[in-house]
């Protein structure tokens, strides 16, 4: 690592907290020596964990508060409520430069909320965005906004369209990403008033990024693009369809390979490519949601994660900040100057 960074994590968010927070920083250890971890999360339940894995403590430090964001609490709530909570504390580490990042597996809406409210949202940004990772025929392929905004106008796409890029180039390494906006269809007079108006702007801006135009639910994951830009409440379907069909096969596969006896001996013959399979599907391979255009790296990691998972989500924040994310989106947003009246009529 080029230089030491530190990531905050709410060690009493998620499912299985804080094991796999814990367990999940040991992973990340491993692979990023360089950084040190700020727990933030009830003493008597950390500490323990922290003391069996000497090296991961001998890089970290605990500060304890026994409050906690629950799954079930609504994000207004959190707000006038979660000021001692793990998850608060933990965003607040990073708004007053203690943390280089912050990764929790709590609330999602929480998360957003919270980190909204303290860490603010940078000059040319209207509204943040969740962005998160597709397995695709070309490797991987990012896509945003997955459900942090429901309904969406042009110049909130093209935001994304940018965010997202420069998220492709700092943790996929994407020179000059491929840009597309998800439609009902291809041709150029598909789609709402708003998705065409992004479109119409996004050919016409000139920013290291190709914009191909639209494409369809088929296409994000077929390697025609390396970023999905489009609404939240498309993008969670999308995303959850996406999660239900991989289940869906792997269960068809398991009841082919078990339905008689010559079916389990290829199955003994099929096991190492089936392996390689599962772990191309495996969604904690991408785990690790990142709350694009605020003043901060925030990553939001699966509430059902596991180590692993978690240690991904992880890899994803200290990618985002060695690779300057936040400067780069302060940088490109400027050049993003917004249409006149005129140009928003034109392509409407």
């Not at 929480?110 to 998160?132: C, E, H, N, T, Y």
């Not at 003994?268 to 694009?292: C, E, I, M, T």
Request: charged content about 20%; some cysteine.
């Amino acid at each position: 690592m080029a230089e030491r960074l530190t990531v905050a994590l709410d060690a009493m968010g998620g499912d299985a907290a804080p094991d796999i927070v814990v367990q999940g920083a040991e992973i990340a250890r491993e692979r990023f020596p360089g950084a040190r971890y700020l727990f933030f999360g009830d003493e008597a339940e950390v500490k323990p964990l922290l003391d069996r894995l000497p090296a991961l403590a001998a890089v970290s430090e605990l500060r304890h508060t026994s409050d906690r964001i629950s799954g079930e609490t609504k994000p207004s709530a959190a707000l006038r409520t979660g000021r001692s909570s793990s998850m608060w504390m933990a965003i607040e580490a990073v708004q007053q430069g203690e943390a280089d990042a912050v990764v929790s597996a709590g609330n999602t809406g929480a998360l957003m909320a919270i980190s909204k409210f303290i860490l603010r949202m940078p000059k040319g940004v209207d509204r943040p965005a969740i962005a998160g990772f597709f397995p695709s025929q070309r490797g991987e392929t990012v896509m945003l906004d997955l459900g942090a905004n429901i309904e969406c106008d042009a110049e909130n796409l093209v935001q994304f369209a940018v965010m997202g890029s420069i998220f492709a180039r700092s943790v996929l390494g994407m020179e000059r990403p491929r840009v597309g906006l998800l439609n009902v269809g291809a041709e150029e007079m598909k789609g709402n008033g708003a998705v065409r108006a992004a479109a119409g702007i996004l050919r016409s801006i000139d920013l290291p990024l190709e914009f191909v135009g639209f494409i369809e639910g088929n296409d994000i994951m077929s390697g025609a693009v390396d970023v999905t830009v489009t609404d939240g409440f498309t993008g969670n379907v999308a995303l959850k369809s996406a999660e239900g069909t991989s289940r869906l096969c792997m269960e068809f596969l398991r009841q082919t390979f078990h339905h008689s006896l010559m079916a389990k001996m290829g199955y003994l013959l099929a096991k190492p490519a089936l392996s390689k399979l599962r772990q191309r599907l495996d969604p904690r391979r991408y785990n690790g949601a990142v709350f694009l255009g605020l003043n901060g790296v925030t990553v939001k990691s699966h509430g059902a994660s596991d180590a692993y998972a978690f240690a991904n989500a992880i890899g994803v924040a200290v990618d985002m900040v060695q690779h300057g994310f936040l400067g780069s989106i302060r940088e490109e947003l400027e050049h993003l100057s917004p249409p006149d009246d005129d140009a928003k009529a034109a392509h409407a």
